[in-house]
């Protein structure tokens, strides 16, 4: 069985057997948060409960790296809307250890790339189109400078309300541990 038919099998059930019931809430988080975390597979679970956090509590964005790499990207854009839309009133970002952005190189993933088919010419075009890839592609070096770089893209938005607190944490991904990096309620 392919893993799309097992996915659409198992959510058959889980409808018919009404099992959703359990996970009914509003559009609004009741924490009035929004968290921008990495997309990483240790955290789908461990980070909810190292924070206490439940369905309906938070607005959850992730992307690789928990980056904000863009000041006008669908990142940002996010966090808006959780602000002005959605009645979030602080921001959490949390990176993690051992993140697979950190000291990623955009050689090793252009090579993957071309491993795959994808052609310098279409790379070419991604670049004419004024995206430069090795930026773009770049991970970081060290998950709290990323932490705190996206911290700033966030506070400092010109669209990001003033009186909203924008706090910087990284979390252990085997045991759940969060350091402080940014108190929002500080800065």
């Known amino acids: 069985m392919k893993l799309l038919e097992e996915i659409l099998d198992y959510n058959h059930e889980f409808v ?4 959703y019931e359990k996970y009914a809430t509003t559009k609004f988080p009741n924490k009035r948060m929004v968290l921008l975390t990495c997309m990483d597979t240790r955290l789908v ?14 607005k959850i964005v992730k992307n690789a790296g928990a980056l904000v790499t863009h000041p006008f990207g669908s990142i940002m854009r996010s966090l808006l809307v959780a602000v002005y839309q959605l009645q979030a009133e602080e921001v959490l970002i949390i990176g993690h250890h051992d993140c697979g952005m950190s000291g990623m190189k955009p050689d090793g993933i252009l090579e993957k790339m071309r491993q795959r088919g994808i ?20 991970g970081f070096e ?20 003033k009186d909203v607190p924008v706090h910087g944490l ?8 969060l350091d402080l990096v940014i108190d929002g309620y500080q800065a």
């Not at 018919?16 to 099992?19: L, Q, R």
């Not at 980070?47 to 956090?53: D, E, I, S």
């Not at 709290?144 to 893209?153: I, Q, T, W, Y």
């Not at 990284?170 to 541990?177: A, Q, R, Y």
Request: proline share 6%.
């Open 45 to 58: 679970e461990l980070l909810p409960r190292a924070l206490n956090v439940r369905n309906g509590d938070v």
């Open 16 to 19: 018919s057997e009404k099992k």
């Open 142 to 161: 060290n998950v709290k400078e990323s932490v705190e770089h996206s911290v700033h893209m966030v506070r400092k938005h010109p669209l990001m309300p």
């Open 119 to 138: 052609s310098d010419e279409a790379l070419d075009t991604v670049t004419y189109s004024g995206i430069e890839l090795n930026d773009w592609l770049k």
């Open 170 to 177: 990284v979390i252990h991904p085997s045991t759940g541990k």
